[in-house]
């Protein structure tokens, strides 16, 4: 097990600021939607819509800000980010309408998607010879966080007071505003030379592009937990509807305790495709297994449903290790944040159409829906391996695979902080 908290230093700002941030996330992603339908009272459709509008909008923000990073510093761009995701997520408060909740929550999901290509150089500078592990850790950090959010946030979803939301929204943005000041406390990184390669070399690279695609295809798994499973649950079996609660408790858990050990035996990006592959077979297992819940007992139902659950997180823990892995190593030294910026387009493109998608392929089609959805996970991880090894082959330095310096033969130590 890590350390809770890794040795006074970089990785240790990193953590705590991470958790700050996590809280506030966790706040929103329990009650940000119930806030403007209950304290807002926008109609359901007109908030689904304006979250697909915010998020295909920072599809390509993500690229400038990581490019930003890598041309000026990934600190101060990093720190901007949350800055604006505290100034934006308090502007909620002013949305009285469908114009100004677009507006607010487009620059909050924006500065979402910047901060997260503005952190991955960070992340890389300070995380030693294994920056993904250090990622894992984050990960674990973000969980725990979000979890804490959660909590808070029931209590305005329980006082269902406008009040109440507006206390939550405020805490929220401060949060944000927190984590902002904890990370500026971390040394300033100096930018590398560019070597003279083209500026927005990311966009040009083709396998890279191909795997972006596969992680995003791969990232609907994200979804599934926590919009289809809990429609499915309620619609079609006979399980308690507390189960809801107890699937995202048990999700949570599993990646606070084990992502970090998930990620250890990952080191090169033949291993982190491996992960993808074994990936896709468990999201197939649960998959599987949701769609035999409908039409059992309550019992039978619980028990297919849990152990679902435990699969598909054991799927998601190889899922997001190889991501790291593969997203890190494959991007080139001087331009991690323009490269991870294009990286999280896959999921972004996953975050804004998955749960239509998820909805109208497991709900909408039923059974066959759950056995189509794992069937395209499980071959979106067979072809990972082949579309890594493509993109080892036209690294520069690369020789049949080999030699290229920003992907080491054997996984290196890890950073002490991680580890006792």
Known sequence: MPRLLPAP?????????????????????????????????????????????????????????????DRHGPRGVYAATLVLRALATAGFVSADGFGSFVLVVTLAVSAQAAGF????????????????????????????????????????????????????????????????????????????PSGGGRRWAALRDLPYLGITALDGVMAVQFKILTVAVPLWLIGETTAPRWLVSAGMLTNTAIVVVFQVRASRNIGTPATGARAYRRAGTAFLASCSLVSLSAGVPA??????????????????????????????????????????????????????????????????????GWFVLGAVLALTGLVAPPAVRWAERRRPGAAGGEGSPTAPGTPGAAPAALTG
Do not use: D
């Not at 953590?15 to 806030?35: D, E, Q």
């Not at 250090?134 to 946030?153: E, F, K, P, Q």
């Not at 699969?311 to 331009?335: D, R, Y």
């Not at 999280?344 to 497991?362: D, N």
């Open 9 to 69: 230093g970089p990785q240790r700002i990193l953590t705590v600021s991470t958790f700050a941030n996590a809280i506030g996330s966790g706040i929103y992603l329990t009650a940000g939607v119930l806030y403007f339908t209950e304290a807002v009272r926008l109609p359901a459709q007109q908030v689904g819509l304006g979250l697909g509008i915010a998020g295909l909008v920072a599809l390509g923000v993500g690229i400038g800000a990581g490019h930003l990073a």
């Open 117 to 192: 290509s503005a952190r991955g150089p960070i992340i890389k500078r300070h995380g030693g010879e294994r920056p993904q592990e250090l990622r894992a850790y984050l990960r674990s950090v973000s969980n725990t966080g979000i979890s804490l959010g959660a909590v808070l946030a029931g209590w305005a979803v329980q006082s269902g007071t406008g009040t109440a939301y507006r206390c939550l929204i405020a805490g929220n943005a401060l949060s944000f505003a927190v984590s902002a000041a904890l990370l500026l406390r971390l040394a300033p990184i100096r930018p590398l």
């Open 299 to 368: 019992r039978a139902a619980v028990t297919l449903l849990l152990v679902a659950v435990v699969v598909h997180t054991v799927g998601e823990l190889w899922h997001a290790a190889g991501g790291f892995e593969i997203s890190f190593a494959l991007a080139p030294e001087h331009a991690t944040g323009q490269y991870l910026g294009v990286f999280g387009m896959g999921a972004g493109l996953a975050e804004a159409l998955g749960p239509s998608l998820l909805i109208a392929l497991c709900i909408g089609w039923g059974r066959p």
